[in-house]
Every structure is written in C-alpha cells, then in structure tokens.
C-alpha cells in the first residue's frame, strides 16, 4: 500500500514523499528508521479502476529516458542538488509510471542511497548500462558528463532503430491491407459468384475452380483458422520469449541472406557505441564487456562477450578474444588491435560505432528503395489474378447472353 508523508529531519528540515508499506505502522517504523520526525501520514490516493488498467499498460519511452538524462545533466552542472534535481525532476515528469519511479529514487536519495543504486531498483527503465554508467560517474565525481554520455549514446541507438522500424511501417501496411482485401473478397464476393456459375452452368478456368475452392474453405472453416491462428501465434510468441527461442532467434537473425547483414552492422554498432561509452567513463574493461553482452540484444554476440570475458580474464588481450568469432568481422579485430596498442581503443571504438551505423543506414536505405518496387510488383500480380478469376467468368456469362 502507498502512503504519502510530511516528516522532518532531526535538523528541522522538511521531507515530503510517498512510501510503500503493508500497513501505515510499517510505514512508520520504515521512516523512523531514516531518523525522520513524522508530521503526518496518510494513504495515498487510489487511482480510479480504469487508470489503473491503463497505467499497467504504460510505458518509458527511450526518448523519456533521452530527455530525462539531458535535464539531468544540465542540473547537476548548474549546481542543482541531487536531492532537490529530483524532487524537481519528479513533480513535472508527464509520463505517470517515470514519475513514479522518480519519486521512489527520490524517497531512497533522501535515505542516503547512492544515485544508481536507487535507479538499479527500475530495470524496467533504467538498464545495466545505464546504472553502470552513473556509478561511473558518482565515483569519479563527473555525474553531469555521464549523464551527457547516456543522452547521447540513447539518441543514436534511438535513431537506428526508428528508422529500421520506419522502414517496415509501409511494406507492413501494404502487406495487412492486402490480406484484409483478399479476405474479405474471399467470404462475400468469391461465395456470390459460385451461386452465379452454378446456376448459369458456366464452365469456369482452373484458377477460378481454385479461387472458388479457396473461398468455400474460408466459408466453412474460418472459425477454425481463426482459432488455429491465435494458438499458433500464442505457441510462437512463448517459443520466442523462451530462452531456446531466443537463441534460434538471433541465429535466424544473422544467417538470413542481406537481413542477417544489417541486423551484423546493427549489433556491432551496439557494441562499439557501448564499449567506448563504457570505457570512456572509466568501467572497467572485464564489467564492461558483461554489461554490453546484458544490453546487445542478441544471444549470439552476448556469448561471444562473455566468452571474451573469460579470455581477457585469462591475459589475453581484447582483440585476441574477439577474433575467435567467425561473426566479429577481421575489421573490428584489427582496430581494436591497433586501439590498444595505441592506448586509443575508446577512440577506435567510437570510429567503428560510426563506420558501422552508417552501414546500417545505408543498408536500410537500399532495403527501402527494394521493398517498394517489389511490394508493387507483387501486389499488382496478385489483384491482376483475383480480377481475372473474378471477372473472366463474368464476361463469359454476358457474352454468352
């Protein structure tokens, strides 16, 4: 249960906040124990059932998380307390779930808990990285810049996989409008012309006798498809989520002939931009590659990380450990290589971030420009046949009038 409160520390300064408890007596024990004087305390206000149904379903945007780092880091550097960058932070947020979260991490700041400690309590919107990066910066005294470095690495990874999805959204649009068409020519116009024919006698070709087939199946067993469909899109969708799935996934994911491709470059743009995050901000090289293998995204590259985290804990240097994967490209082997017999592998890192999501942008490009040709070629062929299966008879009847 949630419970607002007004306490006071021992130095008379005033602390206001919710807490969440089993009863108010815990609640009180629970801030007695921050050594706060208790001025009052009272449920907090319940949501009515609806909102609480729609506040389950929300969620933190990246682009949240994105503005949220920039206003924190613009905070800390005009010398803005932590405690009072929060409680300010907390109280304009618009999404309900991140203001939430924000007064929770302010309640824990208030008890003395570090930053990222109180963040790593959100998994569900601050990540590894991003907990890892603000202990970075908490212990190295240079929170604004961490901050910085997460709003911008966020922007890029936010840009690339927009304008992935941004690519699907017109092909995916075509393709349900299609289906949409076809079903419904299939269950209310194809069952009309059957009649027709079958009561003129008409000989039909062998495409219309196969539409006409394909429309009575739809007729007589489409309450079964439907069900069929659902059960398999459940069984699918808890085949993928599982941990089986997800490896057969990210296989499928990098041997898919031009796909498996640009999802290479898009996982090892991740990995680059993480890395040189990571170690710019001084983690470690051993936590940061775990942390990276967390947040790629692909089981694939996350037990390559992780077997590299063996090697570099054996002695071996990061290049030498990268190399024993046949999907770390020479490339990538050879700056990292030369990153750290330079000293300059942040460097080299970023640079490798940069060539490869320009890949990535190009070749999403080129797949764009693919698609809609295709998408026409291949819708016109499929209405042109539908039409033909549907009018030819047609015109056989009138002509034959």
Same mark, same amino acid.
């Given at each position: 249960m949630?419970?607002?409160?007004?306490?006071?520390?021992?130095?008379?300064?005033?602390?206001?906040?919710?807490?969440?408890?089993?009863?108010?007596?815990?609640?009180?024990?629970?801030?007695?124990?921050?050594?706060?004087?208790?001025?009052?305390?009272?449920?907090?206000d319940v949501l009515p059932f609806y909102q609480q149904v729609f506040a389950s379903f929300q969620s933190v945007k990246t682009k949240d998380v994105v503005i949220l780092s920039r206003q924190l880091a613009t905070l800390f550097e005009a010398k803005v307390s932590v405690l009072d960058t929060f409680k300010l932070l907390?109280?304009?947020?618009?999404?309900? &779930?991140? /203001?939430?979260?924000? @007064?929770?991490?302010?309640?824990?700041?208030?008890?003395?808990?570090?930053?990222?400690?109180?963040?790593?309590?959100?998994?569900?919107?601050?990540?590894?990285?991003f907990v890892s990066l603000v202990r970075s910066g908490e212990e190295s005294g240079k929170l604004p810049e961490s901050f910085n470095y997460l709003a911008d690495y966020l922007d890029r990874q936010f840009a690339i996989v927009s304008k992935a999805k941004s690519a699907l959204i017109y092909p995916a649009f075509i393709v349900v409008s299609f289906l949409v068409v076809m079903v419904l020519m299939l269950v209310l116009v194809i069952p009309r012309l059957a009649e027709i024919l079958t009561e003129t006698g008409q000989q039909v070709p062998l495409y219309t006798t196969f539409v006409i087939g394909l429309s009575a199946f739809f007729v007589n067993y489409g309450i079964f498809i439907v069900v069929a469909l659902l059960i398999g899109a459940i069984v &699918?969708? /808890?085949?993928?989520? @599982?941990?089986?799935?997800?490896?057969v996934i990210s296989e499928l994911q990098l041997r898919t002939p031009y796909i498996g491709t640009l999802y290479k470059r898009f996982y090892l743009s991740r990995i680059a931009d993480n890395m040189d995050t990571l170690i710019t901000s001084g983690v470690s090289m051993i936590r940061s590659l775990e942390i990276t293998g967390d947040v790629v995204?692909?089981?694939?590259?996350?037990?390559?990380?992780?077997?590299?985290?063996?090697?570099?804990?054996?002695?071996?240097?990061?290049?030498?450990?990268?190399?024993?994967?046949?999907d770390i490209p020479q490339i990538m082997v050879q700056m990292t290589k030369i990153g750290e017999e330079t000293g300059n592998l942040g460097f080299v890192l970023k640079t490798m971030a940069t060539f490869y999501k320009r890949e990535v942008d190009n070749a999403v490009d080129t797949l764009v420009a693919l698609i809609e040709p295709v998408m026409i070629v291949f819708l016109g062929v499929a209405v042109g046949l539908l039409l033909v299966s549907v009018l030819g008879p047609i015109y056989n009847i009138t002509t034959g009038i």
């Open positions: 949630l419970f607002k409160y007004k306490a006071t520390t021992r130095d008379g300064e005033e602390r206001v906040g919710t807490i969440d408890a089993f009863g108010v007596d815990v609640a009180i024990g629970a801030l007695q124990k921050r050594d706060l004087i208790i001025v009052s305390i009272q449920p907090a907390s109280s304009e947020t618009e999404n309900a &779930l991140l /203001r939430k979260s924000l @007064s929770e991490i302010t309640d824990d700041i208030q008890s003395g808990v570090p930053i990222s400690t109180a963040m790593s309590k959100h998994p569900a919107i601050f990540s590894t990285f &699918l969708w /808890r085949f993928i989520i @599982s941990d089986e799935g997800k490896k995204g692909s089981d694939v590259y996350k037990k390559i990380l992780l077997d590299a985290v063996t090697s570099v804990k054996g002695g071996s240097p990061l290049s030498l450990a990268l190399a024993e994967s046949k």
